[in-house]
Nanobody
């Protein structure tokens, strides 16, 4: 079983920055892909950014150039550095890990990010 613990959400003014962290623990090795999703009120959950076990990254068009995903493989931790935040970035952000050891996708509990105008 894999557990994900997120931290770093909060309230910030437009133009500000936040850094989210997600630590994976339990029965998991570095053979996994990690990602951040978000869900705003009344909207579907969407992929924000992903990073593979090899370090390849991909981003939603809406966050390219503003957000950076990274990982510490030794710590099984993924980060999301969010700069130049906009009110439309307001959402609950979820960490996701796809573990190749058991071919399952795991989710964190979510952390609220609120950007005021």
């Amino acid at each position: 079983q894999v557990q994900l613990v997120e931290s770093g959400g909060g309230l910030v003014q437009a133009g500000g920055s936040l850094r989210l962290s997600c630590a994976a623990s339990g029965t998991i090795s570095s053979s996994n892909d990690m990602a951040w999703y978000r869900q705003a009120p009344g909207k579907q959950r969407e992929l924000v950014a992903g990073i593979t076990s090899g370090g390849n990254t991909n981003y939603a068009d809406s966050v390219k150039g503003r957000f950076t995903i990274s990982r510490d493989t030794a710590k099984n931790t993924v980060y999301l550095q969010m700069n130049s935040l906009k009110p439309e970035d307001t959402a609950v952000y979820y960490c996701s890990v796809y573990y190749y050891g058991d071919y399952k996708n795991y989710w964190g509990q979510g952390t609220q990010v609120t950007v005021s105008s």
